[in-house]
């Protein structure tokens, strides 16, 4: 189900809106997202801690990280768990050109490194959630196996509506839901727990009263806790404008168009082209900017096989949303004559940040985003270091060996500058940035004196007892991983953490 968001930056987009896709079933966003497991640096963790949220330094949760893994890396550097019910292995099928885009970063001083380990700065093969080649998604490892349980009852096709709160005693009791046009209400026992991600989780709140209290009244919902949800967004851009061609065949995807049966069955064997999580092989993390801080990236690499027309113009385009006018610049490379790849470059920590509104009470429409993308110069001036970085490859001698070159047609609106100029990427970016789906903050962890806190360190929502808010949206500030991984890990440490609240309130009692 698409959302969409407004974007100071999206010149070259329909409407100039970027998509904000989200999972719906079992799973949620694991069911769409590309598979990618990516914790994030050490030191986010220790400055969320540090921030004034006890219990989440690096220390604190990389237990809750090896918990639910069951690595298959054959890395043995006490960074990765083998019990877990959540698979983590590289993909099973390696094209030839990904390699020799690791061999041009190592020439450009780029370390092969665990990125999920101690160093984060280097690059990878892709840590991926697959098994047997095919996605792993949140359902499949950690429900399936426990679906049989008497105390685990699941409802699909249903959709919560409101969390139910006594506006007098401001506890949480239960939640609203709709299931077949009907509306119905479970009563919780001991708490409520708010999981339905970044972007729903604060409508659901702001629907059930708790929120900004100007806009709550403003739409005629009755005001129980005055809170900052969805003050805050935070989110990854990304740039998608850097393909390249080479004088070679056969070594991307960039030709293997047509599904043979030979390629279905060495799917089905979990081996083959199709096991390559949308074209993602390989990804590295650099920093462009401040030498007292080389231990945390700022920019992250994502090696795509082939080019934003490799499909003819079908998912691809419609994924970004490109218009006719950016599209037409690729057109050219829909041929599939030679060899293409992309490198995607993301703004791991943004200084822009966006916000949310409801655009009204009922709960079945969206909210309405406002992402502000390159609001702040210093994300532009970041992106573009980052560019010039990844324009060296070719002047490595394996890009050369292979003739690499950049797919340097003129985007119509950047024309008044040369191509290639630090105006005409600027330009670019503000044409072809987008977001990569990684909204966060939405319902900021903090202290009691931190004004844009949502929840406690214990996730427990501020001024509402027996509720919590356990997903991506409590994440404070900006990371350098992706949210998946991160997902899993508050799932395994807030479930100790409940388990602890509840057992010390039965001794108590007793």
Not at 319 to 333: H, I, K
């Amino acid at each position: 189900m698409d959302k969409f968001a407004v974007n100071i930056s999206t010149k070259g987009m329909k409407d100039q809106r970027c998509a904000l896709p989200r999972g719906k079933g079992l799973g949620g966003s694991t069911l769409i997202n590309y598979m990618m497991y990516v914790r994030g640096n050490q030191q986010d963790f220790d400055n969320w801690a540090n921030a004034g949220n006890p219990g989440w330094s690096y220390q604190d949760v990389l237990p809750y990280f090896k918990k639910s893994e069951n690595s298959f890396l054959n890395i043995s550097n006490g960074y990765h768990g083998v019990d877990g019910p959540l698979d983590v292995r590289f993909v099973p099928y390696r094209t030839e050109m990904s390699r020799i885009f690791v061999d041009s970063l190592k020439e450009l001083a780029m370390p092969l490194v665990d990125y999920n380990g101690e160093n984060q700065l280097g690059v990878s093969y892709l840590h991926t959630n697959l098994r047997d080649g095919q996605r792993l998604s949140a359902s499949t490892a950690f429900l399936e196996p426990i679906a049989s349980r008497p105390n685990l009852h699941i409802l699909i096709n249903s959709r919560a509506t409101k969390i139910l709160i006594d506006p007098i005693t401001k506890t949480s009791y239960g939640v609203e839901f709709v299931r077949e046009r009907k509306r119905y209400a479970v009563i919780a026992k001991k708490e409520v727990l708010l999981t339905a991600g970044a972007l729903q989780s604060p409508q659901l709140l702001m629907l059930s009263g708790v929120g900004p209290e100007d806009q709550l009244k403003n739409i005629g919902i009755p005001v129980i806790r005055n809170l900052p949800v969805g003050k805050v967004i935070y989110d990854h851009l990304y740039f998608t404008g850097l393909t390249f061609v080479t004088n070679t065949r056969n070594l991307t995807l960039h030709v293997d168009r047509i599904v043979t049966l030979e390629m279905l069955a060495r799917y089905l064997n979990g081996n083959g082209t199709m096991t390559i999580p949308g074209g993602v092989e390989v990804i590295g993390f650099l920093n462009t900017r401040n030498a007292s801080l080389v231990a945390i990236p700022d920019i992250e690499l994502i090696f795509v096989n082939g080019s934003p027309a490799s499909d003819e113009g079908s998912g691809i385009r419609e994924g970004l949303r490109f218009n006719d006018e950016v599209y037409d610049t690729y057109r050219p490379l829909e041929a599939g004559d030679k060899d293409a790849f992309t490198v995607n470059i993301v703004l791991l920590h943004p200084k822009s940040r966006g916000y949310m509104e409801l655009k009204n009470s009922n709960p079945f429409q969206w909210p309405k985003f406002y992402m502000n993308f390159l609001k702040q110069d210093e994300d532009i001036e970041t992106l573009l270091n980052g560019i010039k970085w990844v324009l060296r490859i070719m002047d490595t001698p394996t890009m050369k060996k292979y003739g690499v070159k950049l797919h340097d047609i003129l985007l119509p609106n950047c024309a008044q500058f040369q191509h290639g100029s630090d105006d005409y990427w600027r330009c670019a970016l503000r044409t072809q940035a987008t977001s990569m789906y990684h909204q966060t903050a939405t319902c900021r962890m903090g202290p009691t004196w931190d004004s844009e806190a949502v929840v406690s360190p214990k996730l427990q929502v501020y001024g509402i007892t027996n509720l919590r808010v356990v997903d991506v949206g409590v994440i404070p500030m900006t990371f350098s991983g992706h949210p998946a991984a991160i997902a899993y890990m508050i799932g395994e440490k807030s479930a100790d953490m409940i388990k602890e609240h509840w057992l010390k309130s039965a001794n108590e009692s007793q």
